[in-house]
């Protein structure tokens, strides 16, 4: 009997154990999973650490981080993190800097960039990997989650705290977008200006899209914008922007904003969704 008794207690035992793992494993991989979701450059960059906003405020908090934006000027200076060093992730001299920073410091350093869909702070990360950088996250909810979370510790045009309503919305960005198609034929109608803000590089010495119709303007030159949307507002003139994907317009659009310009429109896509356009109605 007290074979048979401790026999059962085993099967019993090990019955209760193995459910036990398939709930603690099954729960492990569903958090694993559910911390990836919405977040698509994790399973692109697996070999990247992240940090949650959460976690990262109380670092900063307790003077544990190095924060770094790896943008371009022009959305650094729009807006960003507060006490965020700018290191632009496109500068070849990356890597020389990001070794100086860790040489001066033993601290974590934490990269960001605009959003979920943004990868400059994975390929930050990366990079930081590459030349053997060590200590290195990617924040990759990027600027405007934290900015609505912690508007205490972000920096608007110059302004902190950062106002919520500021903050233009999803539906505010996409009011002001044109199809590629919309946007080429609204240039038909009297009392428009068009200007290409892609910088040089995008460029590539392309004059422009619609045939010296449109100007150029770099985004970094601010004295030259406030003179173009000072011009459009006094003329009423309606002014038109593209770029090179649709995504470098949306910074612009603070500026344009706080300048007090109500009549503009950006092109959906920017110039590669002309160029895919223009090949369509070619039959390319």
């Known amino acids: 009997m007290r074979a048979i008794f401790v026999s059962r207690f085993s099967i019993f035992d090990g019955f209760l154990l193995l459910l036990l793992m398939f709930i603690v494993t099954g729960t492990a991989n569903f958090a694993f999973a559910n911390s990836n979701e919405n977040f698509p450059g ?6 990247v650490y992240t940090i949650s906003k959460e976690d990262l405020f109380k670092k900063i908090q307790n003077d544990e981080v190095i924060v770094v934006d790896v943008r371009s000027d022009f959305e650094f200076k729009t807006l960003r993190i507060l006490n965020a060093i700018h290191l632009p992730v496109a500068s070849k001299s990356f890597p020389q800097k990001l070794k100086e920073l860790r040489n001066s410091s033993t601290k974590d350093i934490v990269f960001y960039c605009n ?7 994975y390929n930050a990360a990366i990079k930081a990997i590459k030349n053997k950088v060590n200590g290195c996250f990617s924040y990759d909810a990027g600027v405007f989650e934290w900015s609505q979370r912690y ?17 233009i919305d999803k539906d505010k960005f996409l009011a002001h977008q044109l199809t590629a198609k919309e946007f080429e034929q609204s240039l038909l109608t009297d009392n428009t ?5 892609r910088d040089r590089e995008q460029r ?10 449109d100007k150029h303007v770099s985004l970094d030159n601010s004295r030259k914008l406030i003179r173009i949307i000072s011009k459009a507002i006094d003329n009423d003139t309606t002014l038109y922007f593209y770029d090179q994907k649709g995504k470098q317009v949306r910074w612009l659009q603070y500026f344009l904003e706080a300048e007090g310009l109500e009549n503009y429109y950006f092109m959906k896509g920017g110039a590669a969704a002309y160029h895919q356009l223009i ?3 070619q039959g390319l």
């Open 151 to 167: 508007p205490e510790n972000a920096v608007l045009l110059g302004d902190t705290p950062v106002k919520p309503g500021r903050i």
């Open 204 to 213: 590539r010495g392309d004059s422009g899209l619609f045939m010296f119709r």
């Open 42 to 47: 994790r399973k692109l960059y697996p070999q």
């Open 115 to 121: 959003g979920r869909s943004c990868y400059k702070s």
């Open 279 to 281: 090949r369509k109605e």
């Open 193 to 197: 200006m068009i200007y290409d803000v």
